[in-house]
T-cell receptor, first 117, second 111 residues
Framework: GAVVSQHPSWVICKSGTSVKIECRSL??????MFWYRQFPKQSLMLMAT?????????EQGVEKDKFLINHASLTLSTLTVTSAHPEDSSFYIC?????????????FGSGTRLTVV | TQLLEQSPQFLSIQEGENLTVYCNSS?????LQWYRQEPGEGPVLLVT?????EVKKLKRLTFQFGDARKDSSLHITAAQPGDTGLYLC???????????FGTGTRLTVIP
């Protein structure tokens, strides 16, 4: 089946530094990928839609300059959390939709736990 | 942002009991999905419903999509400890490619 791989699975960084999270589609091409954030005991919140070869589309309230998204190839999207602060600590999850068709399903990565200290 | 409200938010039941989780919205969705998520992992798809009024069964789980495609329910029969987890509904707005998640229901099944 289709697999979406995220790396790293967890990362601890110092406040003020930047962290890059990778999301790869392993056996399919993804022109679009989605980035979610999940705080403890809460649901997933869509942050942005990553589009291959063009700018990402950010959801309302998400700072595009803080959460940089690059989708340079059909199998890789990256999310960079710039100048991270403790409040950015969260579980970040990406997803993609393999195949074609309006009702094709979404495949999710296993997530990246970011802790900013 | 398409708001999907789930109820109840938390549910703790004894093994063998039945339960229903509801997912409601004021928006219409072209499809609605149910996921289950374990701690520290991404959500795993349980089912996709696309037709208003559709009912799908997956062993002890029964999913229903509302006639107006604005709401859905998940019914679990004879719950087992292995059913413990976070259940999420998620809807794809008509004509859109992105998926919005419900507020989540955390289920605990006590042996």
């Amino acid at each position: 089946g289709a697999v979406v791989s995220q790396h790293p699975s967890w990362v601890i960084c110092k406040s003020g530094t930047s962290v890059k999270i990778e999301c790869r589609s392993l056996d399919f091409q993804a022109t679009t990928m989605f980035w979610y954030r999940q705080f403890p005991k809460q649901s997933l919140m869509l942050m942005a839609t990553s589009n291959e070869g063009s700018k990402a589309t950010y959801e309302q309230g998400v700072e595009k300059d803080k959460f940089l998204i690059n989708h340079a190839s059909l199998t890789l999207s990256t999310l960079t959390v710039t100048s991270a602060h403790p409040e950015d600590s969260s579980f970040y999850i990406c997803s993609a939709r393999p195949g074609t068709g309006v009702f094709r399903s979404y495949t999710f990565g296993s997530g990246t736990r970011l802790t900013v200290v | 942002t398409q708001l999907l409200e789930q109820s109840p938010q938390f549910l703790s039941i004894q093994e063998g009991e039945n339960l229903t989780v509801y997912c409601n919205s004021s928006s219409v969705f072209s499809s609605l999905q149910w996921y289950r998520q374990e701690p520290g992992e991404g959500p795993v798809l349980l089912v996709t419903v696309v037709t208003g009024g559709e009912v799908k069964k997956l062993k002890r789980l029964t999913f229903q999509f509302g006639d107006a495609r604005k709401d859905s329910s998940l019914h679990i029969t004879a719950a087992q400890p292995g059913d413990t987890g976070l259940y999420l509904c998620a809807g794809a707005p008509t004509g859109a490619n992105n998926l919005f998640f419900g507020t989540g229901t955390r289920l605990t099944v006590i042996p």
